[in-house]
């Protein structure tokens, strides 16, 4: 991929890093209602995670939806990215509202249906257990 490109495909973390990352994006969304622990001040955790102006289902790199799974006591907010350098795939599902996450790698590109199917099974077979 072109240098161009580093900061939508060559950003290179281990797990365990890209791990403490989500947590911290679980932690840190307005949503989720244990929130606070973290570095952001409330107002600026839902300014980065408010929609962009011309798109609602679009905020700060994550694809907004909701979920009845991911459903605590608000709408069921879910934060979703998928991508690849086409040599890896790899997929995030956040639900802040139950202090849930699944993170997804495959040594793989263009995986993003198989990535799809692999959160499904691990949403229905682990959220809402902790």
Same mark, same amino acid.
Request: with cysteine; glycine share 10%; charged share 15%.
């Given at each position: 991929?072109? !240098?161009?490109?580093?900061? &939508?495909?060559?950003? #290179?973390?281990?797990? !365990?890093?890209? +791990?403490?990352?989500?947590?911290? /994006?679980?932690?840190?969304?307005? *949503?989720?209602?244990?929130g606070?622990?973290?570095?952001? %001040? $409330?107002? /600026?955790?839902?300014?980065?995670? *408010?929609p962009? %102006?011309?798109?609602? /289902?679009?905020? +700060?790199?994550?694809?907004? /939806?909701? $979920?009845?799974?991911?459903?605590?006591?608000?709408?069921?907010?879910?934060?979703? #990215? %998928?991508?690849?350098?086409?040599?890896?795939?790899?997929?995030?599902?956040?639900?802040?509202?139950?202090?849930?996450? &699944?993170?997804?790698?495959?040594?793989?590109?263009?995986?993003?249906?198989?990535?799809?199917?692999?959160? %499904?099974?691990? &949403?229905?077979?682990? *959220?809402?257990? !902790?």
């Amino acid at each position: 991929m072109p !240098r161009w490109l580093n900061p &939508v495909g060559l950003v #290179h973390a281990n797990i !365990r890093d890209w +791990a403490s990352f989500i947590a911290f /994006t679980v932690r840190s969304h307005p *949503a989720n209602p244990d929130g606070g622990a973290s570095l952001l %001040q $409330r107002e /600026t955790a839902a300014m980065l995670f *408010a929609p962009d %102006q011309a798109d609602a /289902t679009y905020a +700060a790199g994550w694809y907004r /939806t909701s $979920r009845a799974w991911a459903k605590g006591t608000g709408t069921g907010a879910v934060l979703m #990215h %998928q991508g690849d350098n086409a040599k890896w795939s790899s997929a995030a599902y956040v639900a802040p509202e139950i202090g849930f996450a &699944v993170l997804i790698v495959c040594n793989r590109a263009g995986m993003a249906d198989g990535l799809d199917e692999i959160a %499904q099974y691990l &949403v229905a077979n682990f *959220a809402g257990t !902790r």
